[in-house]
């Protein structure tokens, strides 16, 4: 390149061909460039691995913020760009080990595996706006915050 004019003709050729890609994947409205129209992530569930099964088990494509250089690392494989297919940081947990009561959790997408559930995909948001949920540990933090009671009796 230094021969074909340097630096300078380097970076106006890359600014160009950057420019080109984005219009004609993003549209000619600048403005609508956002780095999650290109950079999204899926959730594939074990049932979907025959189309058309994605699109009934599978929580995506959804945006996701950053790359391969942020804190919250999404990197990508080169060969399939911009998709998070590499490194996600899925389960996050914030444990205070002073008081392990107001320790923190999330796992994308949810809890259950089961399609129809309403811990199925109620996990994504939270992980995606770095919210998190309590991960108490105590009888009775647990007692206080318990929604349901299922009571293992032993056969008699």
Do not use: C
């Not at 890609?21 to 600048?30: A, V, Y």
């Not at 290109?38 to 599978?58: R, S, T």
């Not at 919250?72 to 080990?97: C, G, K």
């Amino acid at each position: 390149l230094a021969m074909m004019g340097g630096r300078a003709e380097a970076l106006r050729l890359a600014l160009g061909e950057a420019s080109q890609f984005l219009r004609q994947t993003l549209g000619t409205d600048i403005a609508t460039w956002h780095w999650g129209r290109l950079h999204q992530i899926e959730f594939p569930h074990a049932m979907a691995v025959q189309k058309p099964m994605d699109k009934v088990f599978n929580a995506a494509p959804l945006p996701i913020p950053g790359d391969s250089d942020t804190v919250f690392q999404t990197s990508i494989r080169p060969e399939i760009p911009y998709a998070a297919n590499l490194a996600i940081p899925s389960y996050r947990q914030i444990v205070d080990l002073a008081d392990f009561d107001r320790s923190l959790w999330v796992k994308p997408p949810g809890q259950s595996g089961q399609l129809g559930s309403k811990s199925y995909i109620d996990q994504i948001a939270p992980w995606l706006e770095g919210r998190y949920f309590p991960m108490l540990w105590t009888r009775e933090k647990v007692e206080v915050y318990a929604t349901t009671v299922q009571r293992l009796k032993p056969i008699e």
